[in-house]
């Protein structure tokens, strides 16, 4: 008997292979619906994506960054300022930083943003200025007070029967670091404010930066100490061995304005085991730019250069192996003069200063023009007189 003439073995009268073939087909049928709804999701989802990123790269709208959020409110209202006077914004925007503060003085001055305070530090440190090797610290005070013991305690040997006797007691001395105003008034034409595509705080920290670094290096140098900070060449000096405190050590070159004809490095040894070997460890020579010119032509009794250049990006030149700094405020050789010193002066000198700077925006008193006025209260002095020696080109 044929298979049609059989009875039907499957569902609705269908063979088990005909039943698993519609079953199939089915199953397929409905696959193929499901990825095609993934794919249109798929596709919409890309849409979307590329749709937000177009926004986020649209010079009208700001970087999707917290950092951007989080400075773009000051950078907004201190700009305002400076451009057109508004302090609306910077009365109510709140600082955060223990040296800075939100309140508005009388005056009208206001305290720049953290931004523009680091860049104009930034240039300072980068400058030949003696704050590269002092000792630099921030106060909040009007002064600051550096104790240094400048002498011994008394000791003695004891035995086993004999009463010990009073030894001598170390001395003290104070030296106050007064704080002085520092100040610059740049200006610039109203227009250029009201330019858009003008870096206002570039230009204003590049002036303020330009003025603060001349005086600065000057004043740590050559400063009289009135109303300015004192300078280490100011000082008194005496024969290195016979100087009391107050004074600075000097060795003199045995010709004035010169060196020695016959052996002429022999003075620059001789300034170098001038300095205690406590201090010697952590020494610099200090010379400004045509003193040095002088100095690299000098050789040892071997006929080998005294100086040598930096073998490295960035390291300075030495001058029979310790650093050199290039201050060109230092004098240039001549009758008696002081031009080159040497000396630890992380301890021998003292830079004190407030972190903070000051900006009072003045649009009236110089017309069309708007004035800025930057103040910052810095101070320096010797700190240790046994830390400095200087070279006099004296006979």
């Not at 061995?241 to 107050?246: C, Q, R």
């Not at 960035?314 to 050789?333: F, K, Q, S, T, W």
């Not at 000396?343 to 972190?355: K, L, M, N, V, W």
């Amino acid at each position: 008997m044929s298979e049609t003439e059989r009875g039907p073995d499957g569902p609705g009268g269908l063979s088990p292979a005909e039943a698993v073939k519609t079953a199939l087909a089915g199953f397929v049928k409905d696959l193929g619906t499901f990825q095609a709804e993934m794919n249109s999701k798929f596709q919409k989802q890309e849409e979307r994506l590329m749709m937000l990123d177009r926004k986020s790269l649209t010079r009208a709208r700001p970087a999707l960054a917290a950092a951007a959020e989080a400075e773009a409110p000051h950078q907004k209202a201190f700009a305002a300022y400076v451009r057109n006077g508004d302090d609306d914004g910077l009365r109510g925007l709140e600082l955060e930083g223990k040296a800075m503060s939100t309140a508005v003085a009388g005056d009208g001055g206001y305290l720049v943003d953290p931004q523009t305070s680091e860049r104009i530090k930034g240039v300072l440190n980068d400058t030949a200025s003696l704050r590269r090797i002092a000792s630099v610290v921030n106060v909040e005070a009007t002064s600051y007070d550096v104790l240094i013991d400048t002498s011994d305690a008394g000791v003695g040997w004891a035995d086993e029967t004999t009463a010990t006797a009073e030894t001598g007691t170390p001395a003290i001395e104070r030296i106050t670091i007064p704080l002085h105003e520092l100040s610059a008034l740049p200006k610039v034409s109203q227009r250029l404010l009201d330019d858009s595509a003008f870096d206002i705080e570039g230009w204003l920290s590049g002036r303020i930066a330009e003025k603060f670094i001349r005086a600065e290096a000057n004043a740590f140098v050559n400063g009289d100490g009135s109303d300015k900070p004192t300078g280490f060449l100011t000082h008194p000096t005496a024969d290195s061995g016979s100087e009391t405190w107050g004074e600075l050590g000097c060795i003199k070159t045995g010709v004035d304005g010169d060196f020695a004809g016959v052996n002429p490095a022999d003075a620059l040894v001789d300034l170098v085991y001038a300095l205690g070997a406590e201090y010697r460890a952590g020494a610099t020579f200090v010379m400004n730019s045509k003193t040095a010119g002088t100095v690299r032509k000098l050789k040892d009794g071997d006929g080998r250069f005294l100086w040598s250049d930096g073998l490295a990006a960035g390291e300075p030149a030495r001058l029979m192996g310790y650093p050199v700094l290039i201050a060109e405020d230092m004098p240039n050789i001549g009758v008696g003069s002081l031009s080159i010193a040497f000396g630890d002066f992380a301890a021998g000198y003292t830079i004190a200063e407030r972190p903070d700077l000051r900006i009072l925006r003045d649009p009236f008193s110089a017309k069309p023009h708007v004035l800025f006025y930057a103040t910052k209260r810095v101070g320096g002095d010797v700190s240790d007189f046994k830390a400095i020696k200087l070279l006099k080109f004296a006979a």
